[in-house]
């Protein structure tokens, strides 16, 4: 597609619910993130796909959150038995490069809005 | 850890007036810089980027900034800002040893007022 794309654009889910979120990245880019972004503040880093493979899950703030690319390209952001804490908006972004090439910028999705109540 | 603050949480400056919006870095290495816009209900995008070569950068929308290696700063900058540019701005640092991952600033609300 010409951007990255992520589904739903918002999803309300009741305390304890199981959600998932989707991003299809730029065809062709080899690297993917998800950033968590609450109310006020900036992005922050969750995980990173280089291709299939999970190399940086180091963000992810519980046992709760699982990630998955298992084709490299489409990637699934998994929230089980969700908490109030969890509400805020999920981006996910796509770059071309591989490490340790660090300048080309990633391009990001709108995210998704999660309303944990 | 790269990291970079923005000092101010908004930004008001009339239409057509320069605008400026702060940034400084921490980085162990070369950095790696990036501002980002954000509009309501949208996702981030991407306005410019310092990799290496000249301090000055040009980005989209009129955009540029200012890379200061001796002040650590690369302050966002627009010569006539106008209503349209109201929007939320974010500075990044880009960790080449953290995966390539972005620190994001907090972001800074820019009003531009008629």
């Known amino acids: 597609g010409a951007g990255v794309s992520q589904s739903p654009r918002y999803k309300v889910a009741k305390r304890g619910q199981d959600v998932a979120l989707r991003c299809d990245p730029i065809s062709g880019h080899v690297s993917l993130f998800w950033y968590q972004q609450a109310l006020g503040q900036g992005p922050e880093f969750l995980t990173y796909f280089q291709n299939e493979a999970q190399l940086d899950k180091s963000g992810l703030p519980s046992d709760r959150f699982f990630a998955e690319r298992p084709e490299g390209s489409v990637s699934t952001l998994k929230i089980q038995r969700t908490q109030q804490e969890d509400s805020a908006v999920y981006l996910c972004?796509?770059?071309?490069?591989?490490?340790?090439?660090?300048?080309?910028?990633?391009?990001f999705g709108q995210g998704t809005r999660l309303t944990v109540v | 850890a790269q990291s970079v603050a923005q000092p101010e949480d908004q930004v008001n400056v009339a239409e057509g007036n320069p605008l400026t919006v702060k940034c400084t870095y921490s980085v162990s290495g070369n950095p790696y810089l990036f501002w980002y816009v954000q509009y309501p209900n949208r996702g981030l995008q991407f306005l410019l980027k310092?990799?290496?070569?000249?301090?000055l950068v040009k980005g989209s929308y009129g955009f540029e900034a200012e890379f200061n290696k001796s002040q650590t700063s690369f302050h966002l900058k627009k010569p006539s800002a106008l209503v349209s540019d109201s929007a939320l701005y974010f500075c990044a640092v880009r960790d080449p040893y953290g995966n390539n991952r972005l620190a994001f600033g907090k972001g800074n609300q820019v009003v531009v007022i008629p």
């Open positions: 972004a796509s770059s071309l490069e591989v490490r340790p090439v660090a300048n080309t910028e990633a391009f």
């Open positions: 310092y990799i290496t070569g000249d301090n």
